[in-house]
């Protein structure tokens, strides 16, 4: 069974500065892994998503991921958050088969003060 | 995702109660999910379907049930409601067909039990 760690529970920045969220997760074959966000009051949209191929992803509105395999890792990135960054971020994994499932991690909820 | 749809939006029922919570697909999806979110536990999976006769368990399966009426029809049930099941569910798709197997959320349900 695979498990997904999503190391803050809440971040808090200020416009313009710097984001990393950190994921990690637990599973012992190959992964597909996806980072979401989920607006106040709104569903999950998808960011980005890593299957295979160049481990730095790029996903919307400037959001990037580095899948980083002997780390087990794979944290989201932005050089320079907005006010409306503002949202909970989720991490999950899946087995790289086709039975598989996502496990999702318990959220990062990002605060950016304008 | 415009094109999952969840019905009702928002419900509030009573302890005991029968309550079902609908989803509906029009992306041609043969995977369908249902998942609930609680507040720092992120999301977990209550139900899963890989097609219309196949129906699994997922984590959190205890007090719920589900119903695929169709490929784009798949339903909750909540048989006997309890006020820990106060939460915010989703219902998920995905699509075997893509090389690289993606969920979609509809917009939630959220659901208070008294």
């Known amino acids: 069974a695979q498990s997904v760690s999503q190391h803050n529970h809440h971040v808090i920045l200020s416009e313009a500065a710097s984001l990393e969220l950190g994921c990690n997760y637990s599973?012992?074959?190959?992964?597909?892994l996806f980072w979401y966000v989920q607006y106040p009051g709104q569903h999950l949209q998808l960011l980005l998503k890593?299957?295979?191929?160049?481990?730095l992803v790029k996903g919307i509105k400037g959001f990037e991921a580095e899948f980083i395999k002997s780390k087990f890792s794979f944290n989201l990135r932005k050089p320079s958050v907005q006010w409306s960054d503002t949202a909970e971020y989720f991490c999950a994994v899946g087995a790289h088969s086709g039975y598989s499932t996502l496990t999702f991690g318990k959220g990062t909820m990002l605060l950016v003060s304008p | 995702d415009a094109d999952v749809t969840q019905t009702p939006r928002n419900r509030i029922t009573k302890t005991g109660k029968r309550i079902m919570l609908e989803c509906s697909q029009t992306?041609?999806?043969?995977?369908m999910y249902w998942y609930r979110q609680d507040p720092g536990l992120g999301l977990r999976l209550i139900y899963y379907s890989f097609d219309v006769k196949d129906i699994n368990k997922g984590e959190i399966s205890d007090g719920y049930s589900v119903s695929r009426q169709a490929q784009a029809k798949f339903s909750l049930s909540l048989e006997s409601a309890i006020p820990n099941q106060t939460a915010l569910y989703f219902c998920?798709?995905?699509?075997?067909?893509?090389?690289?197997?993606?969920?979609?959320f509809g917009p939630g349900t959220r659901l208070l039990v008294l």
């Open positions: 890593y299957f295979s191929g160049d481990p």
């Open positions: 998920a798709t995905s699509d075997t067909t893509s090389s690289q197997e993606t969920q979609y």
């Open positions: 992306k041609g999806h043969d995977r």
């Open positions: 599973y012992g074959g190959t992964v597909n």
